[in-house]
């Protein structure tokens, strides 16, 4: 079946620096990608949408320019937290789907950010 | 915008006990549902979807779910639970576009 693989799987970084999150399908074509954060005891809150070779599209709230995404090719999307500070920390979890068919969604196996 | 309620934060149950968790959406037009599953420390996985025709769907792990559209819900069920069902659970719907809507999610611990 289709696989996503996220990585890394945690990651503890300094405050005021950049970590990159990678999300790539395995075995499929992923034309969507979504970000997701995942707040303790709380839902999945998507963070935006990204289609291959266009910009992301960002929920509401969500700051494009602290959450750099691009997904450059079928089978990478990239989520970039710039200038992290202690209350970026959380679960970031990304999901492909390719469009056109009844694939679903797919979710990567998440990244822990913690900022320290 | 779309909006997906479940309405049980923590249901606890014995074994063999039988499971239904509630959830409900609030857009009227056509839509795809889904139940997602989170064991402890995993990743989320695909219990069972519903995109047309038989509204009573099954899934993997004997789960099923009932989509009601007068009620706008899409209630999941299992007859009797094990242990190793005990995770959290994600009810999700897609309506017009590519992105889902989760619900809070349902966190079912299962007592041996």
């Known amino acids: 079946g289709a696989v996503v693989s996220q990585h890394p799987s945690r990651v503890i970084c300094k405050s005021g620096t950049s970590v990159k999150i990678e999300c790539r399908s395995l075995?499929?074509?992923?034309?969507?990608m979504f970000w997701y954060r995942q707040f303790p005891k709380q839902s999945l809150m998507l963070m935006a949408t990204?289609?291959?070779?266009?910009?992301?599209?960002?929920e509401q709230g969500v700051e494009k320019d602290k959450f750099l995404i691009n997904h450059a090719s079928l089978t990478l999307s990239t989520l970039t937290v710039t200038s992290a500070h202690p209350e970026d920390s959380s679960f970031y979890i990304c999901?492909?789907?390719?469009?056109?068919?009844?694939?679903?969604?797919?979710f990567g196996s998440g990244t822990r950010l913690t900022v320290v | 915008a779309q909006s997906v309620s479940q309405h049980n934060h923590h249901v606890i149950l014995s074994e063999a006990a039988s499971l239904e968790l509630g959830c409900n959406y609030s857009?009227?037009?056509?839509?795809?549902l889904f139940w997602y599953v989170q064991y402890p420390g995993q990743h989320l996985q695909l219990l069972l979807k519903?995109?047309?025709?038989?509204?009573l769907v099954k899934g993997i792990k004997g789960f099923e779910a009932e989509f009601i559209k007068s009620k706008f819900s899409f209630n999941l069920r299992k007859p009797s639970v094990q242990w190793s069902d005990t995770a959290e659970y994600f009810c999700?719907?897609?309506?017009?576009?590519?992105?889902?809507?989760f619900g809070k999610g349902t966190k079912l611990s299962v007592i041996p």
């Open positions: 999901s492909a789907t390719q469009q056109g068919t009844h694939y679903g969604y797919t």
């Open positions: 075995d499929f074509q992923a034309t969507t």
């Open positions: 990204s289609n291959e070779g266009s910009k992301a599209t960002y």
């Open positions: 857009y009227g037009g056509t839509v795809n």
């Open positions: 519903y995109f047309s025709g038989d509204p």
């Open positions: 999700a719907v897609r309506s017009g576009s590519y992105q889902l809507t």
